[in-house]
């Protein structure tokens, strides 16, 4: 029945300025899953019903980087460069069809419409996960302008969140929250304070060797001779470093197409539609290790 009431909808948008006659179509896409081809500056993005071999598809052609950055993106259609399509095949078709540098010989196509004018609005949702194990992380600690959500390092002192947290898991409920590293006590946890053991000497400087990482500097001296002199409130030993080290997240982003405004053309025959959804993709781009070198701040201006 849902199909039915479509298709009439469907068939009183087709104009014929021939001799009246109308080609049947559904044009039912509603479960079908939006998928993409391409990549660089040309994409395909289409949707494919083999109950009655049809297919609606999107050809996209851009140098913007899609994928990368929350927000939304519209694109004219022009009937070359972009371009809408909805086809008949003579058969039921497959991803290979829009997906092959040359087009497969079959199916072939029984009946083309070409969208001559219209918009689409593309609608991307954009997540960056440091995969320190935190949640909820709000603000920029460091001043850096990575968000504490995805920074790898969110006091600036070129030691990994994730190894400032409750790394043993003392208590097995395997949250790195409950018992954060706070080695001077002082109610500031170690991956937000940018002086951990508290000797005056910022964590950053405590870098001996000035390889972007005070974890493997130690002097052998006090109490703890192995405990890295960051951690050790008996050496304050200063090295100015003003480069923080190499950032690393992951990215992974979901995008929504809509169609505006869209006329199909076949000859003289038109299909018009004011709005279409084309449908979603989720993790239509995922990277697990994006890297960036934030711009240095100083301890104290932090």
């Known amino acids: 029945m849902k199909n039915l009431l479509f298709s009439i909808l469907v068939l009183a ?4 300025c021939d001799d009246g006659d109308i080609i049947v179509t559904t044009f039912d896409f509603e479960d079908a899953d939006l998928q993409l081809c391409g990549d ?8 494919i019903n083999n109950e009655v071999s049809e297919s609606l598809s999107l050809q996209l052609t851009t140098t913007d980087s899609l994928f990368l950055e929350d927000g939304t993106e519209t694109y004219t259609l022009d009937g070359t460069g972009n371009v809408v399509n909805y086809r008949r095949f003579s058969s039921n078709v497959t991803g290979d069809y829009f997906c092959s540098p040359i087009p497969p010989t079959a199916p072939t196509v029984n009946i083309d419409y070409v969208a001559s004018s219209g ?4 609608n991307t949702t954009v997540l960056r996960d440091d995969n320190d194990g935190l949640e909820d ?11 504490d959500s995805y920074d790898f390092d969110d006091d ?6 994730a190894a400032e947290l409750d790394t043993e898991d003392e208590d097995g409920d395997g949250d790195p929250l409950t018992n954060p590293l706070d080695t001077d006590n ?10 951990d053991d508290g000797d005056g000497t910022p964590t950053i400087y405590e870098d001996r060797d000035m390889n972007l990482d005070p974890q493997d500097d130690s002097n052998g001296t006090g109490e703890n001779e192995t405990t890295p002199d960051y951690l050790n ?7 100015i470093i003003e480069t923080f080290r190499v950032h690393s997240y992951s990215l992974n982003s979901d995008v929504s197409i809509r169609l505006s405004n869209i006329v199909l053309v076949n000859g003289k025959e038109s299909i018009i539609r004011e709005t279409l959804s084309l449908g979603e993709i989720e993790d239509v781009f995922t990277d697990d290790d994006v890297t960036t070198t934030p711009t240095f701040v100083a301890p104290d201006e932090n």
């Open 13 to 16: 948008t087709l104009q014929s």
């Open 40 to 47: 660089g500056n040309e994409y395909v993005f289409y949707k």
């Open 119 to 122: 918009t689409v609005t593309l």
């Open 137 to 147: 992380e709000t603000g920029d600690t460091d001043r850096d302008g990575i968000p």
């Open 156 to 161: 600036g002192d070129n030691v990994p969140t």
């Open 186 to 195: 002082d109610g500031i946890p170690n991956y937000l304070d940018p002086d």
């Open 233 to 239: 409130d008996q050496v304050d030993e200063e090295t």
